[in-house]
Every structure is written in C-alpha cells, then in structure tokens.
C-alpha cells in the first residue's frame, strides 16, 4: 500500500479544502477504496474521511427524500419512509454485499465503487484499460460471463456492480454536488457514462467534488416498486442481471412505468425503449415481453454471457407481472 495521510473533514467546505490542498480521495465506509489501495489499483495521497458529514435522511417539502451522502447504506434501506415509499431502494440495498459492509458502506461510496470486473482488480497479470489506459482489455476474449451486453465499447465491456443504483436510476434520483465551482445537481442517470474510449473516466463529476446528498422525488405511485436481483448465490455475490421496476396502472392499462437493469452495462442503465412500449399499453404479460425485447434488441453478447439475454428479457417480465397482480 502506498503510503498515505488522514484527516476527517468537519464540513463540506473543510472536506473539499482538504481535498484540494493534498489532491486526496473522500473516504466513506472505505469497503471499496482501501480494498483497491491494498491492491495497489488506487494510490491516493491523502484520504478525508467524510463519514461525519451529511448522515440524516430527510423529508422534503415537496414530499420527497434527501439522503445525506455519509448514510450508511443500512440504514437506507430500514429507514421506515425508503421502506414504505421506494421498497425497490430498500430491496435493492439489502440484496448487495454482507449485513457488515452494508453497515460500513455509504451512498457517496455505493454510488461511486468500482467494477467488480476480475481483471480490473489483477493488477500483477492482466491488461486492462480501466486500471491502465491504452494497454487492452483481457475480458474481451477471456472470462467475460459477468460482463455488459449493453453500452460496452471495444475498450472495456465491466458492468457497474451497485445494486442501489440500479433503483436510483429508475426512481429519477438527483445526486447534490459540491466542488470548487458550488454547488450542482445531476441526475443520477447522467452521472455516470458509458466506457467509450475513456473507461478509466467513470462519471461526470469534477476532480474533488463531493456528493452531499441524493434526492428522491416524491412520486406516491413508487411505492409499487420492486427490485429482483438474479446472481450465482442466494447471497454475497454480484448481480447477473438485476432489475427495479415501479408500475403504475389505471384501469387495465400502464399509465407510468420506471425500468432499471443492473449486471448488464458500464452504468446502471435505464430502460427507457421498454418503458416508452410500455406507457399506454396493457398490463399483460405478451406487452411486458415485448417491452423487454424492444429494450434488449441492441445487446452485443460477448463469448460467455449470451445467455444474459434472455435471463434479462424473462426476469423484466417477471418482475413487471409480479408488480402487476398477475403473481401472488
Ligand atoms: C465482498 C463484497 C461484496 C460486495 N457485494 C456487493 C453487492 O452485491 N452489491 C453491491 O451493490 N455492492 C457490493 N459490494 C460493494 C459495496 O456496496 C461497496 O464497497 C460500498 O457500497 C462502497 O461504499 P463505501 O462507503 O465503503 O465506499 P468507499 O470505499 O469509502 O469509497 C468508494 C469511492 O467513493 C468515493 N466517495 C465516497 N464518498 C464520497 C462522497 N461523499 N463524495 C465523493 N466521493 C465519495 C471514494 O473516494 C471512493 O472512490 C460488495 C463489496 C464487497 C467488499
Ligand atoms: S472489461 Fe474494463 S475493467 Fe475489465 S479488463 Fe476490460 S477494461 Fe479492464
């Protein structure tokens, strides 16, 4: 491990001058970071531990949630309101990692950990352009059965491995942002980007800005949400292919739809040709195959995860028919 220097930020403001002063990282539960500084991967200088900042969730005015960005992920996803209003946060939460790292791990740190992809963290053999840029990508034609089927550029096929933002993207959650310029707002759904020819470049946010809090709109109809995830194991194991789903139906007939897939793309990808096949349509099992198909007809299989494919179209069908009433 390279070493380092440690200080706890009092606010945001001493969080983002520390940070700019000592080109440091933000440190959250460090369940991700300090694995990837052990590996060497990550070598920061500094860490600011910004555990002690922006730890309460909060009612909005409007009716929706601000959760501080030092919220430990347990405590999300217990949270009597997440549970009641957005169960597919709550779900999506408690479906990822131990009860332990869950209760270590933030949502500044969830939303920005890194891939899971075995290569990326291989720093002695592997060649990769997420860890160093320019010198090939070994999933390609290795071992690839985790890897995206959707988004994934000839530099990098990883998948983010978050569950929780998988149900952000579908719930049209806002992160808040603080860096040198003030403050800033991105939807969840834009802060993160597609591998392209940069996969070492992750997200949109400026060198030392900092995630304060994450916001949820206050739509009631969310409360029909949920969230399944299919992996290898019952537990302790990353997503194959998740998905959040939250439906809202008048008659017989979907009047709104929010669609979320994890396991399958560089960020966690909203459905959003499903979910435009979907508005007006009935609320049959025939539509919600066809959605999915429409969502999926772009996947690009690598040599060992086709089967992804259909895995994907059947758990959005299942998901949608259990959120509909047709499965007890
Ligand atoms: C064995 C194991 C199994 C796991 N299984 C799953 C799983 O099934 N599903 C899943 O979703 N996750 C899983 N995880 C990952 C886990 O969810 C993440 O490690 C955790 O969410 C990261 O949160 P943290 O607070 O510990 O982040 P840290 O490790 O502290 O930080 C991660 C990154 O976020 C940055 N950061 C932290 N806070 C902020 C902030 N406020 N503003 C800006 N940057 C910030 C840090 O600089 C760092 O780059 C697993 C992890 C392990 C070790
Ligand atoms: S898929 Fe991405 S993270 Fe994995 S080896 Fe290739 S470049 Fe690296």
Known sequence: ????SFARATDADDALRLASARGGRYLGGGTNLVDLMRETIERPTALIDVTGLSSTIGERDDGGLLIGAAVRNTAVAEHAA??????ALARAILSGASGQIRNMATVGGNILQRTRCAYFYDNAGSRCNKRNPGEGCDAIEGFNRMHAILGASPSCVAT???DMCVALAAFDATAHLLGADGERRLPLT?????PNGRPDDETLLKPGELITAVELPAERWFARS???????????AFALISVA????????????VRLALGGVAHKPWRAHKAEA????????????RDAARAELAGAVPLSHNGFKIELAERTIVAVLQELAGEIA
């Open 160 to 162: 983010h491995p978050s």
């Open 82 to 87: 997440v549970r009641a209003r957005y169960p």
């Open 245 to 256: 789903a939250a439906l809202k139906i008048d008659g017989d007939r979907i009047s709104d």
């Open 190 to 194: 834009e802060l993160h980007h597609l």
């Open 1 to 4: 491990m390279t070493p380092f």
């Open 277 to 288: 096949a979907l508005r007006g349509a009935p609320a049959t099992a025939e539509h919600f």
């Open 226 to 236: 949920t969230y399944r995830k299919v992996r290898d194991r019952a537990s302790y």
